[in-house]
């Protein structure tokens, strides 16, 4: 097979146009993946530069004139950095620079050979001795980058993944000269497309010692921590004394395609056990020490006089504080973390009543317990045990706080817990009527589904937003709506006596807890103006009637509470409204 001419291989005869040549050597180059097929990349881009020259020269050349073979200028390394893309060398030099500049001329055999002979030593400098001579290795890549060999735009465009390569295999022995290679070849002003993987991954690198030596001065705790091998009981002080964890966490968050030997391997392993492992949590530890305090000041206060006796007492006080303390912070790791974690990959293959099913047996046994019970020890007994249940069902469903901690859900979740406050208050007031207050399991009962709801309202809520149309949300709050309405048309119409009245206390709390979960679309703010409208009321209203009249309590509570389930389904509505005429997705 014969050799093909610079001619065949651009598509086009033989001619002095240089205008024709750049059309057809465009043309072409848009059908070369110079990643897939670097071998005729080369060959076009030399026979572009050998037509611009003749065009240039006195006369064209003869039509059996080939191009000539393309020598790599260096000994490159095997194995590429890894790429997420295709990168095109042409596209990164930029084609509109290429096309209307003048090509350089072939290098001479001298300079490459230069080249490679200085590409060589700085190989053999970065991996030959222990610690490299950062002077030599910066002589050394000097003279490569300077290099007049490199004024050929095919031995740069060989050169230049040749050295990703070698930074590659060389970092992080070599991350001293990584910011002189990407400022001479402006990498950092290539598009990501472009650039591709290799020389995107060395940018995020040397972005990330930017940020590390910036981390130096703005937290140096946070900087020790993860460049210094882990000293875990001094670490363990600064996590409960000063939440380095979360310090730690936020930088952690910065930085991005972390390569190996950016952080002191220790100390990353140290900090990604910490935040993937259960452990005991640095707030119970506080919560250790506060209660330690407590004991020492109560004990203090016991002995009334100054003597033996005041740091005996004081001493028990702390040792009870301490490791009542501390049995707290067993508990939750052996009940919750450790439980959760175990539960963690299981969790993502549960079926929908696995997820959901906590819900509607809560309910149930909220009613249940209205209608049949009593303040026997056999249904204050029962209710423990479903309470339980439902607590340690809750509890491995729902992903820990912290997985969720930075979500922008997490304002909604709160508002959510902290907006029971007004039906605990309701609660307790009704214990203080003349009516029969509500019985111990019933209270039981109460506190388990309100605590149940709390942390799985987030649940809840990506459920209703997965599985169900917002024709079918909007539905749904307009019968909550209607629910609500005829309910205070009933508190309203009906005289309550001072027996009974269990069932419809609980129905209405339960009304209040199961409208929330359509109030998905509510905003944080819209929450909080609903949770200080109900709770101003029900605290002071009640303080207005003498004892005899705190039957009025149920009725009142009752109606304030309907009105504002009402008046959130009717926001919900509103805001969904807007939502799809606005294209706000953040109220759908």
Known sequence: MSTPTLWTVLGIGPTQDVTLIRRAYATLLKRIDAEKDPAGFAALRQAYEQAMMLARSAGAPAPGLAPAPVAAPVAAAEEPL??????????????????????????GPIALDQLRADFVALQKAATTSQTPNSDELRALLEACLTSPALENLTVQLEFEPAMVRFFAQTLPRTQSLLETVIERWKWRDRPRSVAGGGVGTLVAHADNLRRLEQLQYSEPRVYRALTRPPQPVWLWIQLVCLRLDNSVQAALEAFRNVVPGTFDARAQEWWSRYFTQPHIRPEWIRVAGFLAVLGLLEGASKAQIFGPRLWVNSAVGFLIGGVGGLVLAGLWFALVDWPRHRFNKSRRRLSPWQRLGWAPIAFAACILVAIFGDNSVQSTFGAVIVSVMLLAWIILLVPAWRDSSRSPELLRVWAGVVVNVPLGVWWVLMNNGLWTPPTLAMSIEFVATLLAFAFGQSVLWVE?????????????????????????????CTRLGLEGNHLLLMCLVLIVLGHRTLAVNLTAEQVKIRHYVTLIPAVILPGMFSREDLLSVLQIGGLLFMSGVALSMGVCLYNDWRASREGDPSLA
């Not at 169900?468 to 009933?490: D, E, H, I, K, N």
């Open 82 to 107: 890894p790429s997420h893309g295709p990168r095109d060398p042409v596209q990164a030099t930029g084609d509109a620079a290429m096309a209307n500049s003048v090509a350089p001329a072939p290098a």
């Open 464 to 492: 209703v937003l997965r599985n169900t149309t917002r024709s079918q949300r909007q539905q749904a709050r307009a019968a909550f709506a209607a629910v609500a309405l005829g309910a205070m048309t009933l508190l309203l």
